[in-house]
């Protein structure tokens, strides 16, 4: 069964009382550039301008799809703190967990939560 079939309708909440949508999530998890993403800040925290240069991608696709990824619930961020006085903003992916389950209306139900971060 295509994912594209799979009844990504309903929301979850996620560790910290947000809701997350399924469907949401599954569309950021299709894009290659945001799977590399979050691959990456499952890591380490990252800033904008580190994730630009490790995916040669151009600041600003970086800064949409991380303030998108975040609206989602996929991201936390912080301020780094640094020696020179510039303080950026850092990212880290939550920890996400995907559900199947057979049975419902379409055969196959799909739930997403996340998790508290990692510090």
């Known amino acids: ?30 894009d290659d550039t945001n799977r590399y993403f979050l691959s990456a800040m499952s890591l380490e925290w990252l800033t904008a301008r580190e994730l630009t240069a490790i995916a040669d991608t151009p600041l600003s696709t970086t800064y949409r799809k991380l303030n998108a990824m975040e609206e989602a619930g996929l991201l936390d961020r912080r301020k780094r703190i640094a020696d020179n006085g510039k303080h950026p903003e850092e990212y880290r992916c939550r920890p996400i967990v995907v ?15 996340t998790t508290d971060s990692r510090q």
């Open 99 to 113: 559900s199947f389950r057979l049975g419902g209306p379409s055969g196959l139900e799909m739930s997403v939560a």
């Open 1 to 30: 069964m295509p994912l594209s079939q799979v009844d990504t309708s309903g929301t979850t909440n996620g560790s910290d009382g947000n809701s997350v949508d399924a469907s949401s999530i599954l569309a950021h998890l299709e």
